[in-house]
Every structure is written in structure tokens, then in C-alpha cells.
Nanobody
């Protein structure tokens, strides 16, 4: 059974950093694209970043470019999202998602991903 488990969320002050992790079990991560999405209260789900199965390509939403970095460690079946210079508007529940693909990933539409984690809360507040 495929499982994705997010961790690393929490409360941080504006300008601070957090590193989210998405631990995957039940499959070999090498062949899966992984995306990070977020949803704030009262707002629609928003794509944040993604990385192809090969690791050769990454994408970022304009709102996080230059601040967030996605990386994958296939040996540990884990994908990380390093979040720097956090802003209050980054507050949301963050989800990771996976889809079998070597050369594709998207932050446009989460419905393209078949597998989802349960989410981790990120709160940016002073």
C-alpha cells in the first residue's frame, strides 16, 4: 500500500525557515513525480513546487520562487521542501502528492496526482 507522510510543519516567525519532508513507502520513489501543494482556510488548494521522477526538472509557483527549494533523496524515499524567508501568507496545510512519471510534474492541477499525504500545518506568525 502506497503511503505518503508529511512532517516538519510548525509555527515560525516571519522571515524564518522550515524544512518539510515527505516520506514515501510502498513504492520505489525513483519512478514517481512528487508535488507539494498547500491549502489555506477558505482558499483553494494551490500548487507550490514539484520534481520529476528523474529529478531532472523542478517547478515552482511564482509566489515561492527564490524562497522554496524542492529536493529528493531516492535512497531514503523522501522528498524535502526547504522553505526560507517565510511570510504570513505561506500559512497553510501543506500536502505532498505522487504520480508515476519520470519526466513530468505539475503545480497547476493537483488532480493529476493519484497519491496524497495527510498534510502538515505551517503557520507563519509573530
Amino acid at each position: 500500500q502506497l503511503q505518503l507522510v508529511e512532517s516538519g510543519g510548525g509555527l515560525v516567525q516571519p522571515g524564518g525557515s522550515l524544512r518539510l519532508s515527505c516520506a514515501v513507502s510502498g513504492l520505489t520513489l525513483d519512478y514517481y513525480a512528487v508535488g507539494w501543494f498547500r491549502q489555506a482556510p477558505g482558499k483553494e488548494r494551490e500548487g507550490v513546487s514539484c520534481v520529476t521522477g528523474s529529478g531532472g526538472s523542478t517547478k515552482y509557483a511564482d509566489s515561492v520562487k527564490g524562497r522554496f527549494t524542492i529536493s529528493r533523496d531516492n535512497a531514503k524515499n523522501t522528498v524535502h521542501l526547504q522553505m526560507n524567508s517565510l511570510k504570513p501568507e505561506d500559512t497553510a496545510v501543506y500536502y505532498c502528492a505522487a504520480e508515476a512519471s519520470l519526466d513530468w510534474c505539475t503545480v497547476v492541477d493537483g488532480t493529476d496526482y493519484d497519491y496524497w499525504g495527510q498534510g502538515t500545518q505551517v503557520t507563519v506568525s509573530s
